[in-house]
DNA sequence: GACAAGCAGATTGTCGACAATCTAACAAGA
DNA sequence: TCTTGTTAGATTGTCGACAATCTGCTTGTC
């Protein structure tokens, strides 16, 4: 018999395309920190009653991303320099911990995950494609962490992750600027790649911080910025 | 003006008790993993409508505890042995990050309140309320998560500590013994009380390995529980 | 007896309407 | 003028009913 791996079904509830929907408007921008999300309005638009939506957003506050507060109303979370200085630094100390646990775990299907992935990101990078390349940079990042074999761990890094994509994708709206230059994960694949697991480590450590410094330089901006709506 | 802390009101929507409420049974084991969750029956236990109760349980499966299957049902989450030892692997982790932020920023306040939660763990055990010793031990030991300033760690151990408290009431409620002796934690205090901060870590490494052998002996056994429900 | 089709019951998902609460504008009084 | 009480409008929270889906049983056929 051949072995055949089905992809998962669709889940085919309102909430679920919801929940979809709304995560990548706040992801990708479109829906601005701090900003009120009325119940009403987007339903009306959605084409949905009330009681899905409510329950999409009630799955959002938990993944961190929305804040509510009783009879006030739900919004999109604020960004501080803060929030994205502690994100960055709880994400530095999980990368080296995944590393550690996906290191003998490696297989030849981890390097093609690893090359794919890569060239994903390459790719989206070529078209000049920011919101794809945010995510598809992320997702190489990921690989560590699905390869950890720790479900806690994995589900923590994509909670992470929510923020780190909306951060990513604010600081990009807010330059405006072209992408970075294509091979900026070269050395990181390669070190995955390699047999030096310090190094490995070492080298996503300082990655990290490349990205944070220029993050940050945003973050400062936004400290200042008075919460409207 | 007298300076004066007003706490904050509480969150008077039925949603938020019903929050409360399921969680600490699933918390306290009085819900069994794998057991599903009948809407109509729980909304008309609680004399309450559906509606709260479904936004109720969006927010447990996005926290983790509760699993959610379309047009299935909603669960409690299955314990592995995996799952135990996934969290504890990522606890240790955390708590040494924890220790080094929460370092610098001991004060007055921080010893007083170590002290204030040691006293409860005390009490608790002495009243044998394994319930409560439960909680307050993690409450102890989230001091240090509430201390390191970092809002993004502090959420990740919050959530951590939900499936931690579950482990630890389903091991207690299997062997149903005694609970553990009046003064496991002295050391950890006086460490956390101390100068040497790569002592502390090293002793929560290993304090947390303790509990963590005999948590697993119950998982062992769990692992060919079939799910039953 | 084995198996597929179809039916009945129970349960989850969704809807539209009503109740509770908040906000902001306005009026009244010190 | 400032403060306080009131009220109207908008928005969120909750409810009861209906629709969609699943599960297990029954029935009919071979």
Do not use: C
């Amino acid at each position: 018999m051949a072995k055949l791996d089905f992809s998962p079904i669709p889940d085919t509830t309102r909430r679920a395309e919801i929940v979809a929907l709304l995560r990548r408007a706040i992801l990708t921008g479109q829906l601005e920190p701090g900003q009120k999300l009325n119940e009403l309005r987007i339903s009306e638009q959605m084409r949905v009653s009330r009681a899905p939506l409510r329950e999409a957003m009630r799955e959002l506050v938990q993944e961190g991303i929305l804040t509510s507060i009783p009879y006030a109303g739900t919004f999109v979370i604020d960004v501080t320099a803060k929030d994205i200085i502690d994100a960055y630094s709880l994400n530095k100390v999980l990368d080296e911990f995944a590393i550690e646990l996906a290191w003998p775990q490696r297989d030849r299907r981890f390097f093609d995950e690893l090359d794919r992935r890569h060239e994903a990101v390459k790719q989206a990078t070529r078209a000049i494609d920011t919101t794809r390349q945010i995510e598809t940079a992320l997702q190489l990042h990921g690989l560590i962490y699905e390869w950890a074999d720790n479900s806690v761990l994995l589900e923590t890094w994509q909670r992470l992750t929510s923020r780190l994509q909306m951060y990513f994708a604010l600081h990009q709206r807010a330059r405006n600027e072209p992408v970075p230059a294509e091979n900026v994960h070269e050395t990181y694949v390669a070190l995955m790649k390699g047999s030096e697991m310090r190094a490995a480590q070492r080298h996503a450590r300082e990655h990290i911080d490349l990205d944070f410094e220029e993050l940050l330089g945003y973050a400062r901006g936004l400290e200042k910025r008075a919460t409207k709506n």
